[in-house]
């Protein structure tokens, strides 16, 4: 017969493999924000592009101009392209959800130290709030271009072989003012300055403003603005209470839902479609939520929300343990509460559903906008 804390690592690994393979289908769901891959670069003969700005001199140029790309070769296309692949939405959020289901199994055993074991608790900490940051500033941005509505750098002319030519916006939806992916660089770039080391951070913004740059994604002033706004979200958000995180979903979701709805009625003409990523980023935002109430017990999550998460140190999760009858000096800490994994499971799966069902109404959002 099997010991029973064999039997119990077993069920574990296999539970986690299923969540990891679940995750990966909700990643593949979670449409991106950027409509790219090689395959857009390989069916036109020439690519002939132009700002869509106009501009009198170099300093509005150099902040506004069209910078994709467009040599036979396509070195700065093909690097940028490799570049989001690594660098994505998506990818934040795999790589994220595959620490937090693999963590436990690193520290979480009896075998490891009590304060080892609370700060990797305190990590989950971190790693969660990090899932809000980002969708926050996914949805919080996609209104912010509604209000500014500046349209994105580039507008193409394709040859194709057959020498077709068509004009046709390739790359992004139309607005691109300020960019979403220098917003969310930014703020897991200062993420990466502050717990992990600042080459790492500052590596990571460089790497993706590049790329946003190179694909015609996004102008300088762009990137500059994604910069700007990353950087005061992340004064504010590790500056201000925990509990304010509560606040900020319902005031991004009813000030983000009005801008769509009235500016939307403007620009009839304006494919609408890309705010559906707004509600994804909501949907992250509650699930990061309810990884809050699953991970930590609720004497640790009221001294927690009433603290700004940079001065939430690891000491608050030798206290308050999962395991009400186990004291500091105890051996064994139990920081899984019970059901955790079940519970991860089950949010999971709703959090599948939820892109599942966003993604179904992704090409219909502008017909239902004008429907009201």
Not at 97 to 103: E, K, P
Not at 163 to 181: L, R, V
Not at 232 to 254: A, E, K, M, T, W
Not at 293 to 310: A, E, G, R, T
Request: contains cysteine.
């Amino acid at each position: 017969a099997f010991d029973s804390s064999v039997m119990k690592l077993y069920s574990r690994t296999y539970i986690y493999l299923i969540l990891f393979f679940i995750f990966i289908s909700v990643n593949r769901a979670n449409g991106k924000l950027i409509n790219f891959s090689s395959q857009n670069y390989n069916i036109f003969h020439e690519l002939n592009c132009t700002s869509n700005t106009d501009y009198d001199s170099w300093i509005i140029k150099f902040v506004n101009g069209c910078y994709l790309d467009t040599s036979k070769e396509g070195i700065g296309i093909k690097l940028g392209i490799l570049i989001d692949s690594w660098f994505n939405l998506s990818s934040y959020y795999l790589i994220i959800i595959s620490v937090l289901i693999l963590l436990p199994f690193v520290a979480f055993t009896e075998d490891v130290e009590l304060i080892t074991q609370a700060k990797a608790n305190q990590w989950r900490f971190q790693l969660v709030l990090l899932i809000f940051r980002i969708a926050f500033a996914e949805s919080f941005t996609i209104w912010l271009q509604v209000l500014f509505q500046q349209e994105r750098p580039c507008s193409c002319t394709i040859c194709f072989d057959d020498n077709n030519e068509n004009d046709d916006e390739i790359f992004g939806s139309q607005f691109g003012m300020p960019s979403i992916d220098a917003t969310v660089v930014t703020l897991i770039g200062f993420y990466f300055i502050q717990y992990i080391n600042f080459l790492s951070g500052l590596t990571l913004v460089s790497l993706v403003s590049f790329k946003c740059v190179i694909l015609g994604l996004s102008n300088v002033g762009q990137i500059i603005a994604g910069f700007s706004i990353g950087l005061i979200l992340h004064i504010y958000q590790i500056g201000s209470p925990i509990c304010f995180r509560v606040v900020d979903i319902f005031v991004n979701l009813i000030f983000g839902s009005i801008a769509i709805y009235f500016i939307e009625h403007d620009f009839e003409s304006t494919n609408f479609n890309f705010t559906i990523n707004f509600l994804r980023g909501i949907a992250w935002q509650l699930f990061s939520l309810v990884l809050f109430i699953i991970y930590f017990k609720p004497s640790l999550v009221k001294v927690i929300f009433k603290k700004p998460s940079h001065f939430v140190k690891y000491e608050s999760f030798i206290y308050y343990t999962a395991n009400d009858n186990l004291e500091v000096g105890s051996n064994v800490f139990s920081p899984q509460r019970r059901f955790e994994t079940l519970l991860f499971l089950f949010s999971l799966m709703c959090l599948f559903l939820a892109q599942w069902g966003l993604n179904i109404l992704s090409p219909h959002v502008t017909d239902i906008l004008n429907s009201f």
